[in-house]
């Protein structure tokens, strides 16, 4: 069975879907969160969103911002593997592979070769694109 060629959508299509997720993901009274865990499900850190936690950018995507630029604090030492995006009622937004900025993850991690974090230190949310 093969599949089915994508759907090619318009411009203001795209545009109308990324302004209902950044709606969705802002929609709980507290910030949105990404939580990083490794390939046992262990949580490693809890990243916080800004407050929209976001922006949509003229190149036709949402650019993620983590409210703190210094980064949050690593609760366990592990090797990030999956990204949870929730909304800050805890509804889920997505879930994505974790890589660093030169990986093709859906969530990145900047300053690092590779995910391993270390407790104690500080994650930071590299360039993380939503389309």
């Known amino acids: 069975m093969s599949e089915a060629p994508e759907l090619e959508i318009s411009a203001a299509h795209a545009l109308a879907r990324l302004q209902?997720?950044?709606?969705?993901?802002?929609?709980?009274?507290?910030p949105a969160t990404i939580k990083l865990y490794d390939a046992n499900e262990l949580l490693l850190v809890t990243l916080t969103l800004t407050k929209p936690c976001g922006q949509i950018t003229e190149g036709g995507y949402l650019l993620l911002t983590q409210a703190n630029g210094g980064g949050d604090m690593i609760l366990a030492s592990g090797q990030a593997a999956t990204g949870v995006w929730s909304t800050g009622d805890?509804?889920?937004i997505g879930r994505g592979m974790v890589t660093d900025e030169a990986g093709q993850g859906h969530f990145k991690l900047l300053g690092s070769t590779g995910t391993q974090l270390y407790a104690g230190g500080k994650a930071i949310l590299g360039e993380t694109r939503i389309y």
């Open 20 to 30: 209902a997720t950044l709606a969705f993901a802002d929609s709980g009274t507290e």
């Open 90 to 92: 805890g509804q889920l």
